[in-house]
Structure formats: structure tokens, C-alpha cells
């Protein structure tokens, strides 16, 4: 099982480029989210999205968009990136109820230089 | 609205030494709690959860943890623990109907020889 897949793992940008983080999970999971993850600041969420077509705001949205045109597919775009967009980003996924766990992808380091 | 406090940012401990990660959360209705697990370079995976019942919850690895709802506590507990439980620990609480967790900034757990 591929579970959640995140591309790419890795990415360096010069400040002001343009970049889409991918994730894609194969588990028919309504629910997806967006976190970044900054040392000792735990998970951040930026957006979520409870179903195809459906994405809210989390806490940190400033800097970032994202799309749900399927139920499979998140992506978050990072427009005219800012060193304080450097972090890891993690997508995850969770079934339709409340009580279930959610499941990560294996996160996405990106530098802005 | 609901919060997760983690008490200890860092817990050092000797190979074999139990171990007590310490959780508190605010939540004015029911609750769902959730451990997951950090490794290096990786995402997050679910280590146990309480949803009803039992107070005592296993997981896996060998961690259980202990639902206090009078203090408003969910501890993640080891008797015996080895190296390879180095990691990076959440907790997380879910509440009524909520579909967005709250996640606690982590306590990094390093077990020495």
C-alpha cells in the first residue's frame, strides 16, 4: 500500500520562485491536511480540505494555496517563497470520522535561499 | 476549543530505564487522544489512541498510556526502553465534532546506552 506519497522530498528555492509540494494517498480519505513542522514548534496546520472541491484556512495559510480537484490528490502552492517558508511539510490524510488516526506522508524539506 | 500541552520538550534516559512522556489537553467535550511517533526523516505514525472505554490503552513497541479524565491527562508510558525508541513524540487530541486535531509540540525522547 502507497498509503500518503509526497513529492518531491527535497527542494531548494531562491527567494521569490514558485513551487507546488504534491501529495497523493490511495485510501479514498475524505479529509487531507497540510502541516509545516519547524523545530520545537510541533505541526502547524496551513490547510485542509474535508472532500473534492472543499479546502479551508489552517493556522499559518499566509504564502501558500491549494487546490482539491480529486479525492486522491492536495497540492499546496508556495507562491514567491520567503526564507520563513523554510521547513518540513508534511501532508496527511484521515477516513470520515473524528475517531480515526491520520496518516502521513513522509514529508517534504524545503530551503529558501 | 481544544489544546494539547506536552510537558517536556527533551527526555533523556538510559537504554532499559522506564520512561514517561507526559501529556495534558483542554477540551470542554469528549475527547479522542492520539500518540503518534516520529522517527528520523520521517512522517508521523499512530502509536496508540483512546476513543471509550478501557482507560489503559496499548499500543505498539511495547508504549501504553493512561486516560486520566479527572486531570485531563493521557501519559505515554514505556517499562523498558532500547534505543531504537529514540523519536520525536505527539500528542494529539481530537473533540466532539471536530475534524481537525491539535497536536502538541513533540518531546523528543533520546535514549543512551
Known amino acids: 500500500n502507497a498509503g500518503v506519497t509526497q513529492t518531491p522530498k527535497f527542494r531548494i528555492l531562491k527567494i521569490g520562485q514558485s513551487m507546488t509540494l504534491q501529495c497523493a494517498q490511495d485510501m479514498n480519505h475524505n479529509y487531507m491536511y497540510w502541516y509545516r513542522q519547524d523545530p520545537g514548534m510541533g505541526l502547524k496546520l496551513i490547510y485542509y480540505s474535508v472532500g473534492a472541491g472543499i479546502t479551508d484556512k489552517g493556522e499559518v495559510p499566509n504564502g501558500y494555496n491549494v487546490s482539491r480537484s480529486t479525492t486522491e490528490d492536495f497540492p499546496l502552492r508556495l507562491e514567491l517563497a520567503a526564507p520563513s517558508q523554510t521547513s518540513v511539510y508534511f501532508c496527511?490524510?484521515?477516513?470520515?470520522?473524528?475517531?480515526?488516526?491520520?496518516?502521513f506522508g513522509e514529508g517534504s524539506r524545503l530551503t529558501v535561499l | 476549543a481544544q489544546s494539547v500541552t506536552q510537558l517536556d520538550s527533551q527526555v533523556p534516559v538510559f537504554e532499559e530505564a522506564p520512561v514517561e512522556l507526559r501529556c495534558n489537553y483542554s477540551?470542554?467535550?469528549?475527547?479522542?487522544l492520539f500518540w503518534y511517533v516520529q522517527y528520523p526523516n520521517q512522517g508521523l505514525q499512530l502509536l496508540l489512541k483512546y476513543l471509550s472505554g478501557s482507560t489503559l490503552v496499548k499500543g505498539i513497541n511495547g508504549f501504553e498510556a493512561e486516560f486520566n479524565k479527572s486531570q485531563t491527562s493521557f501519559h505515554l508510558r514505556k517499562p523498558s526502553v532500547h534505543i531504537s525508541d529514540t523519536a520525536e513524540y505527539f500528542c494529539?487530541?481530537?473533540?466532539?465534532?471536530?475534524?481537525?486535531?491539535?497536536f502538541g509540540r513533540g518531546t523528543s525522547l533520546i535514549v543512551h546506552p
Open positions: 477540551s470542554s467535550v469528549s475527547v479522542y
Open positions: 494529539a487530541v481530537s473533540s466532539g465534532g471536530s475534524y481537525i486535531p491539535t
Open positions: 496527511a490524510s484521515r477516513g470520515q470520522t473524528n475517531t480515526g488516526e491520520l496518516f
